[in-house]
């Protein structure tokens, strides 16, 4: 008797909701490391030689206001997946939840937490001069 060869399994590809999940998780963590990482770049290096220029605060601005679409994005992404499970109790109830249910409780508040950072780290350059009390106190006459 033979036995039929088992054709080699092929790894199956993710399901929209795996993918909508993933970016409802890691969606605003990214984009607040990319803000990070620009707010260092652009105004810490800049600080060093002497002051920003408009182009550098264009650039502040302009990458601010993407990561903060992208963390907001992920949010919603995240909400959404989180009121349609059929599992939902409530935003703060995490009883007998499943594994999609959880990680987009998960992603929802930490793309709260992360949008409200990109946020006030987005506003302080213009609040605070973003090259210290050295700076400020080297422009006047």
Do not use: K
Not at 17 to 30: C, D, N
Not at 44 to 54: D, M, S, T
Not at 63 to 77: E, I, K
């Amino acid at each position: 008797m033979r036995y039929a060869e088992a054709a080699p399994s092929r790894p199956e590809p993710p399901r929209p909701v795996e993918m909508r999940l993933l970016f409802g998780v890691l969606g605003a963590p990214i984009a607040w490391s990319v803000h990070e990482i620009m707010s260092v770049s652009v105004i810490g290096r800049r600080c060093e030689a002497g002051g920003l220029l408009p182009w550098q605060w264009a650039t502040f601005i302009g990458v601010s206001v993407l990561c903060l679409a992208v963390a907001v994005a992920a949010a919603l992404t995240a909400y959404r997946l989180f009121a349609a499970s059929p599992h939902q109790r409530g935003v703060l109830a995490s009883e007998g939840m499943n594994r999609v249910t959880f990680m987009a409780q998960l992603g929802f508040f930490l793309s709260l937490i992360l949008i409200a950072n990109i946020v006030f780290f987005g506003l302080v350059p213009g609040i605070v001069h973003p090259c210290g009390m050295d700076a400020i106190l080297t422009d006047r006459p």
